[in-house]
């Protein structure tokens, strides 16, 4: 039986490793095994060369000094890192400004910031029946800042509507209040066009197998200020990253990160001109196909500016998104439910939005990557309709 596996169609939650980053990462399992803190033989300096070198690469494609860059597990990790971090060295009591659209490795360290004497404020977005829906206005933040806010994190772009902040703006708000912004770019990085210079952002979060790279692997960025940023480690030990995150360093891991920004960075217009397209013949089908019984969550489609070129979340009129996606084993999609847990919430994101739980369950996300084909695009949307199609026609019998 020959069974051609599913069209992936869910790259916020994780991107194939490009072969050419895995190409580049061979030698490192290989005859390049030394640890890159034993720098008293060859192995270990050919290691040590070889990660101060993705290093400055990592930094010059996002425009940065090479030594903000501190490599993590990850991007939750780097969350952790730099909220914890940032405000268990601050210490003091303190406000926080954050978004209620979040991901979960921001909004849960913020949660034991506030058990631990802190006060938040988590800003609504936009609403769903607005053009801007999932936008955090810069008038918003300002009006949730108080005299004594610190710390802010609000997140370049969202995993699940795909929408993208104003954050230059916001960074320019924080900049004059003296509060430090911390922004989760996990989305952005390789899919939109940064300069992190001229970002604003005082530290930023980031993860390799969002951007074609292997999994294990991230970043904070923390940005050269005067007076310097300060942060407690999260994890002690070796003193390795410059005594901010102790342990052995992912060498490969690193290596792989370094050529996966690289490739998404230098040719980083024409692949999201190329994601845009596919995405957006995808919504037209699906539009044609299934007309009222669809709905867009997020930015409004004369807005596209606002949101990823790779992300498309829709709202069904009269089914659940998980029963949708159990009759399709062909596509792999993610529904508007975590499924982290035993019993599956709705979405935080999509009710910030002010949509309901029965409509934020009645909600699929698709988000398109480097390695899907124009010729995928017409199979998925037919398997969408068909089964929409299905699915209501037998709730229509059954009653
Ligand atoms: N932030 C965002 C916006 C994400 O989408 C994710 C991954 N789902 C993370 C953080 C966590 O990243 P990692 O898997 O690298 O820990």
């Given at each position: 039986m020959n069974v051609s596996p599913p069209i992936y169609l869910d790259n916020h939650a994780t991107t194939r490793c490009d072969p050419r980053v895995v190409e580049a990462m061979l030698p490192f399992f290989g005859e390049t095994y030394g640890n890159a803190a034993s720098t008293t033989h060859a192995y270990g300096t050919l290691a040590r060369r070889a990660v101060e070198d993705a290093r400055e690469r990592i930094a010059a494609c996002l425009t940065l000094?090479?030594?903000?860059v501190y490599f993590t597990s990850g991007a939750t990790e780097s969350n952790n890192l730099a909220i914890q971090g940032y405000l268990r060295r601050w210490n003091r009591p303190g406000h926080i400004v954050a978004t209620a659209i979040e991901h979960s490795s921001v909004l849960e360290p913020i949660e034991v910031m506030r058990s631990l004497g802190y006060d938040v404020t988590l800003l609504s977005p936009e609403?769903?029946?607005?053009?801007?829906?999932?936008r955090i206005s810069p008038e918003a933040f300002l009006a949730a800042v108080?005299?004594?806010?610190v710390f802010a994190s609000v997140g370049l772009?969202?995993?699940?509507?795909?929408v993208i902040q104003p954050l230059r703006q916001i960074a320019e708000i924080c900049r004059a209040k003296g509060i430090v912004l911390h922004t989760d770019a996990t989305q952005a990085v390789g899919k939109i066009p940064l300069d992190f210079s001229e970002l604003g952002a005082d530290l930023i979060s980031f993860s390799a197998h969002k951007l074609y790279g292997p999994k294990g692997i991230g970043a904070l960025v923390v940005a050269k200020r005067t007076p310097p940023l300060r942060l407690t480690p999260m994890i002690f030990g070796g003193g390795h990253e410059r005594g901010l995150r102790s342990g052995t360093l992912n060498v490969p891991g690193i290596v792989g990160f370094a050529a996966a920004v690289e490739l998404c960075c230098h040719n980083l217009q024409a692949e999201s001109d190329r994601i845009a397209l596919m995405r957006d013949r995808l919504f037209d089908l699906l539009k044609s196909g299934l007309g009222e019984e669809i709905a867009l969550n997020g930015?409004?489609?004369?807005?596209?500016?606002?949101?990823?070129?790779g992300n498309l979340n829709i709202r069904f009129r009269r089914l659940d998104g998980e029963t949708l996606l159990l009759h399709l084993p062909q596509l792999a999609m993610s529904s508007g439910s975590a499924c982290s847990s035993a019993t599956a919430k709705p979405s935080h994101v999509l009710l910030a939005l002010g949509l309901s739980e029965p409509e934020a369950r009645a909600s699929i996300r698709i988000g398109l990557g480097r390695f899907n084909t124009e010729q995928e695009i017409p199979i998925a949307a037919a398997a969408i309709i068909n089964a929409t199609h299905k699915l209501v026609q037998s709730n229509a019998i059954l009653g």
């Open positions: 000094p090479a030594q903000s609403q769903h029946d607005s053009p801007l829906a999932g108080r005299p004594d806010t772009a969202n995993n699940e509507i795909g930015p409004s489609w004369e807005r596209p500016g606002l949101r990823l070129p």
